[in-house]
């Protein structure tokens, strides 16, 4: 592969190629830079590129491993991270005129462990406005830049689909992993509840938000996930749980293994043909493999997204009530609307919320012990993206729309706590991605990490490398 | 309240007591916004919560 080729690698085949000398930090740095000079135009995933600072970074990655010193998996390695995130010295906006000319004096404790483990930041990627989902950022799908590229980590999604980063972070509070993972084709895991710090990431909800990977493949997100994976004692959420070895557990496999499939609410009526399609012969596939698929219902999935829904409103609202009352105007419309409806939300109706989470989580416990389950299988969305202009994200009207569909199948896992991973499973007739969706137990992310590796073992769909076509006009 | 029974009038009395001022063009869409929110807390109702104490973190130790 020549230099200007090494983008094309993997995280796991570009950490193989520094630890062995084969090529250096800086001519993977400027390979993915020339990359993203190719794809910038097109799908615009950065907001902030650092450029000097990645240069300076790579220089002295290589200067350290000409000395014998390694770092970890990440050391060297070109990585993207979501602008939700505060980074040192480098404008933070969360994608909104209410941070204009925002510049952190401090990292985020993700960010921090990235730069311990001698990644190679390029720059920040472009997010919804604070993440909340309902504006539509400039960013486009690789795979047809007339599209939604998904949300709220659009540029995270993006820019590892189309390698201009081996992998980057990502915001998860009610699928904003999940849903750029399954809709750009590539792997994007949120974690359990406390499991990556959220220290120094602006908030949603406290008991919701959730820091994860979106890489190439189910390898390269173990590899991420044991770097930024741990207890930080500046994260109230954190809990102190030991972090396996992710990616030393994948070659275990999934024999025996028992995930659940609840059709009535996984497989409803909102569900496309082609995603039915791909996703049913992806879950025969893991049964091949030796997954035993379990046949369930799951009452308690249902109302989880009302009650999300709840939490999330107030929450965030709290955390902006400041911002709200001092620069309202500066929000874009339909998330002031959000952050107004937020605020209306009664006290007791939070708690009521509150209460039903915690009984309809025990019922998933039980449920997960009276089957015997490792965890559930699902297409990730019912959907494959959608051209821009028909995207609805509008949670104000009555009815199906892109969002509510996105809720429906990912919100449970925040609700819940418990971690979830989409990887790619085939692709529509009009060349888009779709995803499959694996659930675990609180703190198994091994658990579904096999599942995939497991998957890509045998399937090739997370192979498959974009070339976006170049836009006439971008919208920013 | 019911959901259908929200208007611009409900809007501006919970805007008033949440101590907010909402741009005109908003009220609208809050409406919608409002009536989901309540057919959302409303469904909830039929849950049986009887063992349930809400999820609230306290954790009273000093160190």
């Known amino acids: 592969m020549s230099d200007s080729q090494l983008w094309r690698l993997t995280l796991r085949q570009a950490a193989d190629g520094l630890a062995g000398r084969r090529?250096?930090?800086?001519?993977?740095?400027?390979?993915?830079?020339?990359?993203?000079?190719?794809?910038?135009p097109s799908v615009h995933a950065y907001v902030t590129l650092m450029e000097e600072s990645a240069r300076r970074d790579a220089v002295a990655a290589d200067d350290e491993l000409s000395r014998g010193a390694w770092r970890g998996p990440l050391h060297g390695i070109p990585v993207g991270v979501k602008d939700l995130l505060y980074t040192n010295g480098v404008a933070t906006q969360a994608g909104s005129r209410v941070l204009e000319g925002f510049v952190p004096d401090h990292d985020a404790t993700v960010v921090q462990r990235l730069k311990d483990g001698g990644a190679v930041i390029v720059g920040k990627t472009v997010t919804h406005e604070f993440a909340y989902g309902q504006d539509v950022p400039a960013t486009r799908n690789p795979w047809n830049t007339d599209c939604y590229p998904g949300?709220?980590?659009?540029g995270s999604g993006v820019s590892v689909a189309v390698g201009s980063a081996f992998g980057a972070i990502g915001t998860d509070t009610g699928g904003s992993?999940?849903?750029p993972a399954s809709v750009d084709g590539v792997v994007g895991l949120k974690p359990t509840y406390g499991r990556v710090s959220k220290y120094g990431v602006f908030p949603m909800s406290p008991t919701l938000d959730t820091v994860g990977p979106l890489t190439r493949t189910a390898e390269d997100c173990a590899l991420m996930l044991g770097v930024i994976a741990g207890h930080d004692a500046h994260d109230s959420g954190s809990?102190?749980?030991?972090?396996?070895?992710?990616?030393?557990?994948?070659?275990?496999?999934?024999?025996?293994?028992?995930?659940?499939?609840?059709?009535?609410?996984?497989?409803?009526?909102?569900?496309?043909?082609?995603v039915r399609t791909s996703t049913e012969l992806a879950i025969r596939q893991l049964a091949a493999l030796g997954v035993q698929i379990v046949e369930v219902r799951l009452p308690e999935l249902e109302p989880a997204a009302n009650v999300g829904m709840a939490v999330l409103l107030a929450d965030t609202s709290e955390w902006h009530r400041r911002l709200l009352r001092s620069q309202g105007a500066k929000y874009v419309p339909a998330t002031r609307i959000?952050?107004?409806?937020?605020?209306?939300?009664?006290?007791?109706?939070?708690?009521?919320?509150?209460?039903?989470?915690?009984?309809?989580?025990?019922?998933?416990?039980?449920?997960?012990?009276?089957?015997r389950l490792d965890g559930l299988v699902c297409p990730t969305l019912p959907n494959t993206t959608m051209p821009v202009e028909k995207l609805s994200v509008d949670l104000t009207g009555e009815g199906e729309t892109a969002?509510?569909?996105?809720?429906?199948?990912?919100?449970?896992?925040n609700v819940f706590g418990i971690p979830a991973l989409s990887f790619p499973c085939g692709f529509s007739s009009d060349g888009l991605p779709i995803g499959l969706q694996v659930y675990g137990r609180p703190f198994q992310e091994s658990v579904l990490l096999r599942v995939a590796h497991a998957y890509q073992q045998v399937s090739d769909w997370h192979t498959r490398r974009p070339e976006p076509a170049r836009r006439e006009t971008l919208v920013t | 309240m019911n959901a259908k029974e929200v208007g611009p009038d409900v809007v501006r009395t919970l805007a008033s007591v949440a101590g907010i001022t909402i741009p005109e063009e908003d009220i609208e869409p809050l409406v919608g916004a409002l009536r989901n929110h309540l057919a959302g807390m409303k469904a909830l109702e039929e849950l049986d919560l009887d063992e349930a104490d809400p999820i609230v973190t306290f954790d009273p130790r000093w160190e």
């Open chain 1, 403 to 413: 969002l509510s569909s996105f809720l429906h199948h990912c919100f449970l896992g």
């Open chain 1, 338 to 371: 959000m952050l107004e409806l937020g605020e209306m939300v009664l006290g007791a109706q939070y708690v009521h919320a509150q209460r039903a989470r915690a009984a309809l989580r025990a019922r998933l416990r039980n449920s997960f012990a009276k089957y």
């Open chain 1, 239 to 274: 809990i102190d749980e030991p972090v396996a070895d992710y990616a030393a557990e994948l070659p275990l496999g999934v024999g025996g293994l028992r995930l659940g499939v609840d059709r009535d609410f996984f497989f409803y009526s909102h569900v496309a043909p082609e």
């Open chain 1, 23 to 40: 090529f250096s930090s800086a001519e993977l740095l400027e390979s993915t830079l020339e990359r993203l000079d190719q794809t910038e």
């Open chain 1, 177 to 179: 992993i999940r849903v």
């Open chain 1, 151 to 154: 949300g709220s980590s659009a």
